[in-house]
């Protein structure tokens, strides 16, 4: 594998430019089969996104192998990858690592981590796929452009006949793969670089917006409670006092808002509808219990604690650190003997500890944001291959492409299906090797 930062060559097989997973995986494939790759990254190392994915674990793929439940993760944008999953999926992933010596485990939601807890160890592996491959590698290269070539209206679909450097060098390829990323967390080089190339050769880039990222919330009462989290709270969310969304799943309270997976993956809609008026969401930390089955649990504690303040016999229903905020939304004096608790106040703490009330006051911006929203229009792809249909010798791979992607694992599947079809369709070179 080759690091040199000088690039000898001019012209290769296959030009890969972006070293995040989709990059890799599309790289080490090309190469695998026979091509002659180079892999262009901007920054000085290659997975630098991927080395954080999943808080350091890296959440590689979600382990949902029935195909069509998979593409449902994905919105009505999804069906576009069926017949990409249908070629390399959920199981032809864990394979790909499993087989390179990385054990994956499966946990709640079917998410899928690796064993050792480590995101470097998915580094590792991907670092060894292209060394055992030869895979050519510049660091600290910035493409300034694709060169597109003439326009002839008599000629339907198009081709790159190079890629030009910032310090004005052309890399010409017979086959040329985009993987630079959406705009999510800009410090490890998502930048949307791509986006632009994208537009000025003529692909339809949709607007890119903050996807999946935490909620911003009016009330201090959130505030005050930062850290505390529930791993199976219900949110609903509200618009003009209409009903227009309700999951379940962990939730945490932070000093601005609410985070956590279940707000990560509401938080686009959630955002959606913001833009047109006020939103309020409701949490519901007891979401396995109706209001009747509440009322009665808490009855019978209120019943067997005598002469015991109310403020610290709760501790079944909820959590001390939220027992006065509570009592204080139900308008329940703390210091009030338990066993003269009237039951309409023990209705309007049933009513809070069912429907806690929120109002979404703004979102974390885009450093924050897990995935973006946007990309090149699906349209202009065939997913069985991840060819552009403007140019014969383009391809797509990864969070370049307009999909919306839900936390998971779901985001790093997409890198590393596209990325593998992407480097195995053969474009004007010969496959050597299997």
Known sequence: MNEKQNIKNSTYDVLVIGGGPAGMMAAGRAAELGAKVLLLEKNSKLGKKLLITGGGRCNILN?????????????????????????????ESMKFFENRGLPLKVEAEKRAFPKSDSAEDVWKVMIQFLKKNKVEIVHSAQVARLIPSDTDEKVSTKSIIGAQLANGQVIVAKKYIIATGCKSRPETGSTGDGFEWMKKIGHTVEESDTALVPIKIKEEWVKKLSGLSFNSAKLTVFQDGKKQESNI??????????????????????????????????????????????????????????????????????????????????????????????????TRLVKFLKALPMTVSGFLGVEKA?????????????????????????????????????????????????????????????????
């Open 63 to 91: 382990a949902e192998v029935d195909v069509k439940k998979l593409v449902s993760k994905y919105g009505k944008k999804g069906h576009a990858l069926f017949s990409s999953f249908s070629r390399f999926g959920v199981e």
């Open 249 to 346: 799943g962990k939730i945490l309270l932070t000093h601005f808002g609410i985070s956590g997976p279940l707000v990560i993956n509401m938080s686009k809609n959630v955002a959606d509808l913001y833009r047109y008026g006020e939103v309020t969401l409701e949490l519901d930390i007891h979401p396995s219990m109706d209001f009747t089955m509440l009322d009665k649990k808490i009855l019978e504690t209120v019943s067997a604690a005598l002469n015991k303040k109310i403020k610290n016999i709760l501790i079944d229903v909820v959590p001390a650190q939220m027992t006065g905020t509570v009592l204080e939304l139900a308008g329940i004096d703390p210091e009030k003997q338990a066993n003269v608790v009237t039951k309409e106040e023990r």
């Open 370 to 434: 897990v995935v973006t929203s946007g990309g090149v229009s699906l349209k202009e792809i065939n997913f069985k291959t991840m060819q552009s249909k403007l140019y014969s010798n383009l391809y797509l791979a990864g969070d370049i492409l307009n999909f919306d992607r839900p936390t998971g694992g779901y985001s790093l599947q997409i890198c590393w299906t596209t990325g593998f079809l992407a480097g195995e369709s053969k474009d004007g070179w010969t496959h050597t090797k299997i």
